[in-house]
Structure formats: C-alpha cells, structure tokens
C-alpha cells in the first residue's frame, strides 16, 4: 500500500507543495497588476538615474537623449529576458506537477478522494461535508479540483512566459518614459530640478499603489520608494558633475 493510501487524509504528495487556500482569481490578476507596477516604478528610477546623471555631465540634449533612449531600450529587453527566463521556470514546474497529478488520479483515484477530503477538512469543513464535497468534485473535474485545492494552480491559467515578458517590457518602458520626456521637453535652465520633482512624484505613487496592492503599510513604502529614487538621483548627478568636469 502507498504511504498516500496509508494516510489518506493526510497532506499533499511528496514532492509536491501544497498552497493553502489555492491560487488564481482575483489574488492571481493583483499579482500581476503590482508586479506591472514595479515595473513601471524600475523604469522611472533606472532612467531617471541615467538621464539626471548624464545632464549633471553635459547641457547637450542629444546626448541626454540618446543616453536616456539606450537605457530605456536596453532595461526594456533585459526586464522582459529576466521575466521570460523566472516565469517559464514556474510553467514547467506547475506543468510538470499537473502531469504527476493527472498520473496519480489514474493510478489510484481512491486515494486521491481521501486526499482531497482531507484537504478540505483542513481548510475547516466537517468529514462528513468535506467528503460529500470531494466526491462531486471529483465527479465534475478531478484534475482541477486537486490543481487548485492541493498544489494552488489554475489548471486554466498557466503561467505564459511571453505574456510575462511582454507585459513587464510594456511597464518599464511606461515608467521611463516620464523621466525621459519630461528632461527633454523642460527648459535647459531647470530641466533637472523638474524632472527631479515629477519623477519622486511618480515615485510616490507607485510606492502607495504597490503598497496597496500588497496590504502594506502605505506611508513607509511612499518614504521608502522617494528616499530610494532621490539617492539614486543624488548619485547620479553628482559622478556626472564630477566627470564633466574633468572633461
């Protein structure tokens, strides 16, 4: 007898992490809308960083410009790569999980009731309540049943890696675009001092809606995401003043 028929109520596969409470739905669309958001605010800090560092060096626009362009076309690929390589990882390990699922429902899918019940019963319902349940469940949709319940997948809503990709491209080159723009089109004479200010702007609430998103307390990520782009701000400009000097 397999130790998962020996303890039938007992926790998930080994091998295989449970989720409690599963996963998808409105928690799954948040995840993505925040990450979207910490996306936007990467773009805002890295381009801003680069253009105010470049003008601390030089008055020339074109060379802002074309310092400021390269680093949005550049963090663009390389926040999509990254994003691509992380998510498909997670979709060949949920895709692979879902196999040895589906595997176990035809092997012994007995013993797959009795876990789900077990399940159940963990997340509070009576043995009773929670057998009746796993038995329709299994009746309807085996496979999704134990997806969502046991291992917390959305059979439905696997991972897309060039989804991922994509929307973490569109994001960053959403939050560099303000800086970028915003120093080009400001008059010569104050153009770092408005980009500064419209970018702890932009910093301000992108920290208080990722907070938000993720029920964090919303003051400290403001001060944090502001204190974190004015350093980086700070830095920039003056290595570019130094070095401009000295050209």
């Known amino acids: 007898m397999s130790p998962k028929a020996r303890h039938p109520a007992s926790a ?3 091998g295989e992490p449970g989720v409690p409470g599963g996963g998808g739905g409105v928690r799954g669309r948040l995840n993505w809308l925040r990450a979207g958001v910490m996306g936007a605010n990467d773009g805002v ?16 626009q074109g060379a802002i410009a074309v310092a400021g362009v390269s680093g949005l076309v550049s963090g663009a690929i390389s926040m999509a790569a990254g994003e691509y390589l992380s998510t498909s990882t997670q979709r060949d390990s949920e895709l692979a999980m879902l196999d040895t699922e589906r595997r176990e429902l035809a092997e012994q899918p007995e013993a797959e009731r009795d876990e789900l019940a077990g399940l159940l019963v963990e997340r509070g319902l009576s043995e009773e309540t929670a057998r009746e349940a796993a038995e329709q469940m299994m009746a309807r949709d085996p ?24 929307a973490s491209a569109v994001s960053f080159v959403t939050g560099a675009a303000l800086p970028l723009l915003v120093i080009l ?16 702007v932009a910093l301000a609430i992108t920290g208080f809606t990722s907070a938000t998103l993720g029920y964090a307390p919303r003051t400290r990520a403001v001060v944090r995401n502001v204190a974190g782009g004015a350093l980086a701000m700070g830095v920039t400009y003056g290595i570019g003043s130094l070095l401009g000097t000295q050209v």
């Open 12 to 14: 998930t596969h080994a």
């Open 45 to 60: 800090v890295s381009t801003a960083g680069l253009v105010v560092g470049v003008a601390g060096a030089t008055t020339d």
């Open 143 to 166: 496979l999704a049943a134990h997806a969502r319940v046991e291992l917390g997948i959305d059979p439905d809503d696997i991972t897309n890696p060039w989804a991922a990709a994509f």
């Open 185 to 200: 089109l400001a008059p010569d004479d104050i153009r770092v001092v408005v980009t500064v200010l419209s970018v702890l």
